[in-house]
């Protein structure tokens, strides 16, 4: 039996997305091996994260500065927007490096089982954005579910009277991908979405 105080580090690390119990002990049974060296940088590096952990005011995007680096980029290109479901969507695109512009974080998804409404999310954020000028292009990137395809319907909707282009990321076959292993879902959003070869 371990302390109560390492049994409460293990509940921690198992409510981690991922880590389940015995991931979890694993994990607090190597760290107590490098007590030293591990342990202590990980609690410095805890510690510091949750003394300057701030919300972004501009885009929602979570850092340790506030306007956050994303949004203090001046090599970012402030006339495109990518709309996107939460942070670690923003982090896989940006981590991807593939979109030069800035992002706006809604903070969820319409869900009228969850009871998420509009005024749940940063919509109306998004709105004074794209209202104050100088946004050209507005990327939708939300997820492809019923609820993220919702929400990118809505959104499109409340933007159509701005001067804006709105595109949204294509679905559908992913690379490597074969056309047995795949659901009925994504067949008919690649069919949907078909263009023209050459």
Same mark, same amino acid.
């Given at each position: 039996?371990?302390?109560?105080?390492?049994?409460?580090?293990?509940?921690?690390?198992?409510?981690?997305? $991922?880590? $389940?119990?015995?991931?979890?002990?694993?994990?607090?049974?190597?760290? %107590?091996?490098?007590?030293?060296?591990?342990?202590?940088?990980?609690?410095?590096?805890? /510690?510091?994260?949750?003394?300057?952990?701030?919300?972004?005011?501009?885009?929602?995007?979570?850092?340790?500065?506030? +306007?956050?680096?994303?949004?203090?980029? +001046?090599?970012?290109?402030?006339?495109?927007?990518?709309?996107?479901?939460?942070?670690?969507?923003?982090? /896989?695109?940006?981590?991807?490096?593939?979109?030069?512009?800035? #992002?706006?974080?809604?903070?969820?998804?319409?869900?009228?089982?969850?009871?998420?409404?509009?005024?749940?999310?940063?919509?109306?954020?998004?709105?004074?954005?794209? /209202?104050?000028? $100088?946004?050209?292009?507005?990327? %939708?990137?939300?997820?492809?579910?019923?609820?993220?395809?919702?929400?990118?319907? #809505?959104?499109?909707?409340?933007?159509?009277?701005?001067?804006?282009?709105?595109?949204?990321?294509?679905?559908?076959? +992913?690379?490597?991908?074969? %056309?047995?292993?795949?659901?009925?879902?994504?067949?008919?959003?690649?069919?949907?979405?078909?263009? +023209?070869?050459?």
């Amino acid at each position: 039996m371990a302390s109560q105080e390492i049994e409460a580090l293990t509940g921690a690390l198992a409510r981690l997305p $991922g880590l $389940g119990p015995r991931s979890a002990r694993r994990a607090v049974l190597w760290l %107590l091996k490098r007590r030293e060296t591990a342990l202590d940088q990980l609690v410095a590096a805890l /510690a510091a994260v949750q003394e300057r952990l701030v919300e972004c005011a501009t885009c929602g995007n979570v850092d340790t500065s506030d +306007p956050c680096g994303v949004c203090a980029d +001046p090599r970012r290109d402030a006339r495109s927007l990518c709309v996107v479901e939460d942070v670690p969507d923003l982090w /896989a695109l940006d981590r991807a490096r593939l979109f030069p512009g800035r #992002y706006h974080v809604l903070g969820g998804r319409l869900s009228a089982l969850d009871g998420v409404r509009p005024e749940d999310l940063t919509i109306d954020l998004l709105i004074e954005r794209v /209202a104050k000028g $100088g946004i050209d292009e507005v990327v %939708l990137a939300m997820n492809a579910t019923l609820e993220g395809q919702t929400t990118a319907h #809505y959104l499109a909707e409340r933007l159509e009277g701005y001067p804006i282009r709105i595109t949204q990321l294509a679905h559908g076959l +992913p690379v490597g991908g074969e %056309l047995d292993y795949l659901d009925e879902g994504t067949l008919a959003q690649a069919i949907r979405a078909r263009r +023209p070869v050459g």
